[in-house]
C-alpha cells in the first residue's frame, strides 16, 4: 500500500529519483570513477562552456568546478548515510527501551537526552570534532552523538502509548517475553517515525557538514561544498559567480529531494493516515 501511494506521487517519485542519482555518484567516486577534481582542465576562471569537463567552468587553479562538485556530493553523501547509521539505532533502542519499561530506566534516558539537548548543538559538535581532530570521522561521530535525541523522544513517546494496548497484553499473555514484545512486536507499529526521520537525518548531516566546513572545522582536503563556499565568498566580489552557482544548485536539489521524500514517507507509512 505504501509502494502504490508513493507511486501516485510523480513529484515524490522524481525525487527519489534525484536522491538515486546522488548515492550513485558517491558510489561512483569510491570506485574510483569520478575524476580527479584536482586536476587542472583549463584556464583560471574560466567561465562555462559546452565542454563537459567546463560546463561548469573553472576555479582560480583551472580546476573544473563541476568535478569539484562530485567530489563534494561523495562527501555530503557519505556523512549523511553514516550520521544516520549510527543516530537510527540509538535512538530507536533507547526510546524503545525507555517506553516499554518505565521507571527508572526511563528517567535515566530523559536526563541524558536532556542534558545532550540542553547543550547547543553546533558547539557540542565543534568541541567533539576538536577532540577528534578535523576530518570526516570526527565529523561523523559527532554528529551522530547529537543526532538521535529526537528520534528517541518521539519513539519513547509511541511506545509508551502501545506499551498498555490489547494486543501488546495479549503476547504478553502467551508468555513472550520483553525483547520479542518490544522489537517483534511494538516497533513494527511505530518504525515509520525512523524512516522518516532517516531521510531528516540525512539532510541535517549534509547541512551541517557544509557549515562545519565553512567554519573552519570540517573537510580539509578541498572535497567539500562548505569550502566550495568558503572559497567563493572572495570570488563573487570579482564577478566570478560560477562556482557559488553550481554548487548551490547541488545543494538544492538533494535538500529538496530530501525534504519531499520525508514528507512522501511520512503520508505512506504513518498508520494514521490510512484511509
Known sequence: RAVRTLRRDRLAVTCFAVIAVYVAIALLGYAGVLPDFQDRVGESYQPPTLDPALIFGTDIFGRSILYKVLA??????????????????????????????????????????????????????VGISYVLEKGITAICIALGAVSWVGLCRLIRGEVLKHRN???????????????????????????????????????????????LTFLGVGIQDGSSWGTMITDATGELVSGIWWPLASVTVAMFLIIYALNVAGDALRDALDPKLID
Open 72 to 125: 563534494g556530493t561523495r562527501t555530503a553523501m557519505t556523512i549523511g548515510f553514516i550520521v544516520t547509521g549510527i543516530s537510527l539505532p540509538i535512538g530507536v533502542s533507547l526510546g524503545a527501551i525507555a517506553g516499554y519499561y518505565g521507571g527508572r530506566i526511563d528517567s535515566f534516558v530523559v536526563w541524558v537526552y536532556s542534558v545532550v539537548s540542553s547543550v547547543p548543538s553546533i558547539l557540542l559538535i
Open 165 to 211: 494496548r490489547e494486543y501488546v497484553l495479549a503476547i504478553r499473555l502467551l508468555g513472550a517475553g520483553d525483547a520479542t514484545v518490544i522489537f517483534r512486536h511494538i516497533l513494527p507499529n511505530v518504525i515509520h517515525l525512523a524512516i522518516v526521520t532517516a531521510s531528516l537525518t540525512i539532510l541535517s548531516a549534509i547541512k551541517s557538514e557544509v557549515i
